[in-house]
């Protein structure tokens, strides 16, 4: 593509994480998690500008250094368990654009889901390219999976039933990356249907983050293989 348009990557990284403490900044492979997401958003030849969205110094400093940038905090309001990141994504958009940036596309890449193989964000910012309106990435449920939900102070699962058997599957989002196209668009949404284990790590707890250090010592020895 030789007519590339502003492309920004915010990505969120709230500094008070309850299930993993300080987790987008814990050491995996030997450097911050965050920096893994920020490094795959750098190869990216589509994307123009890199944003860290949060309210803890730290990792702002941590961002800067890893080559992203924090040209300010977010209001710790937007930063706590029950805030609403998508308010938090607006409020970063909405700064941006007080100060005179309209980027022609919004990209949100997420520090908790490490692995991306080379290549991968390219492929789907050119998505946008290609007239889709929003992009996202998603994991199939079929239908034949038994699903179910708890309600409010009810410890019980209810089997959820769905109608219309005409679709064999059904998808859940399941952040990695999604984006949006923010001027007119002549496609509808492009699902990304992750099948790779690893590109499905979402790190929220101790666990999570155990599978991450394993499966990165998993990748480097398939690399550094004869």
């Known amino acids: 593509m030789n007519d590339i348009k502003e492309t920004l990557v915010i990505i969120p990284a709230r500094g008070g994480s309850k299930g993993l403490p300080r987790k987008n900044i814990l050491p995996l ?25 949060t309210e803890d110094q730290q990792i702002a400093d941590v961002a800067r250094a890893h080559g992203a940038e924090v040209p300010f905090l977010r209001p ?15 409020y970063t958009q909405d700064r941006l654009l007080a100060e005179g940036y309209a980027p022609w596309s919004v990209v949100y890449m997420y520090a908790t889901s490490p692995f991306r ?5 390219d492929f789907l910012v050119s998505k946008l390219y ?34 219309g058997a005409g679709c064999p599957q059904c998808f859940r989002h399941y952040g990695n990356i999604s984006g949006l ?12 249907r992750m099948l790779s284990p690893s590109m499905c790590i979402d790190i ?11 499966t990165w010592l998993s990748m480097k020895a398939r690399v550094s293989a004869p």
């Open 29 to 53: 492979g030997g450097k911050p998690l965050i920096a893994h997401t920020i490094e795959a958003a750098l190869k990216s030849r589509l994307v123009t500008r890199i944003v860290v969205s």
């Open 76 to 90: 710790t309001e937007l930063a706590g368990d029950n805030s609403d990141l998508t308010q938090a994504l607006r």
């Open 117 to 121: 193989p080379p290549g991968f964000v």
């Open 130 to 163: 290609e007239g889709h309106k929003s992009l996202h990435t998603v994991r199939g449920i079929p239908l034949e999976a038994p699903l179910y939900r708890f309600l409010p102070g009810d410890d019980t699962p209810r089997p959820l039933q769905f109608h």
């Open 181 to 192: 196209r923010l001027g007119s668009a002549h496609k509808g949404s492009y699902l990304y």
């Open 204 to 214: 929220d707890t101790e666990e999570d983050f155990r599978l991450a250090e394993l």
